[in-house]
């Protein structure tokens, strides 16, 4: 079993900035694409950044230029740093990966989630 672990959401006024961080921990052969989701009250969830294990990156063209991700293979982490946060960006935000078996099967795992408030 693998288990996602977030950290970093919080509280922030427009124009700051937040780090959010995830751990994925457990049984993990490899780790493919590993990303970030947000779902805001009364909306879908949508995918805001992922990032590939060559470190190609896929960006929501609401945040583009404004967050960055980021992994750490060695560490089975990925983060998203947040500049200038907007009151839209007010979400629910989910960690997310998909992870490989030796024998090539794919799971995807989904973090408990981490509030991001952007007031303005």
């Known amino acids: 079993q693998v288990q996602l672990v977030e950290s970093g959401g919080g509280l922030v006024q427009a124009g700051g900035s937040l780090r959010l961080s995830c751990a994925a921990s457990?049984?993990?052969?490899?780790?493919?694409?590993m990303g970030w989701y947000r779902q805001a009250p009364g909306k879908q969830r949508e995918l805001v950044a992922a990032?590939?294990?060559?470190?190609?990156?896929n960006y929501a063209v609401s945040v583009k230029g404004r967050f960055t991700i980021s992994r750490d293979n060695a560490k089975n982490t990925v983060d998203l740093q947040m500049n200038s946060l907007k009151p839209e960006d007010t979400a629910v935000y989910y960690c997310?990966?998909?992870?490989?078996?030796?024998?090539?099967?794919?799971?995807?795992?989904w973090g408990q989630g981490t509030q991001v408030t952007v007031s303005s």
């Open positions: 997310n990966i998909e992870t490989r078996t030796y024998r090539g099967a794919a799971f995807l795992y």
């Open positions: 990032i590939t294990s060559g470190g190609d990156t």
């Open positions: 457990g049984t993990i052969f490899s780790i493919n694409a």
